[in-house]
């Protein structure tokens, strides 16, 4: 049974489908020990990289709670985890694509404004050195 759409569901409608940046990090030692939202990002700052992560027991357990009390599943079978599991890596491999292309479009983005934020910058210091005798 494919039962992604009961867990994108709650995640969107609970405002939980976007990931949550928790800060930056020497490494994944130094994260703090919280109760972690079902999807969240931070930056490694010992390797200069942003690390999406995801919280894999309480992801499972809302699809299964959102499963049962939707009536699609009465007990925790083996065919049942094998459900939640195939939802679970729908939605990692969703998040982990549209994650990318966000930052993707940001660093795009970042490029193109960059000379006009320089030109004009060129612009406003040429006026300013002018302006001295």
Known sequence: M????VLFNHLNRTDEIKPVFLGQYASVDRLPKIDYPPIYYWIDTS????ILSFNEPMIRKICFIEAFDGG???????????????ALDMLKTIT??????????MSEQARATKPSIFYRLGKSLSKLLRLKP
């Open 96 to 105: 982990q694509s549209a994650f990318v292309r966000s930052f993707e479009t």
């Open 2 to 5: 494919d039962l992604f759409p």
């Open 47 to 50: 390797k200069g990289v942003t």
């Open 72 to 86: 699609l599943v009465s007990d925790m079978s083996e065919e049942v985890m094998i459900d939640i599991n195939s």
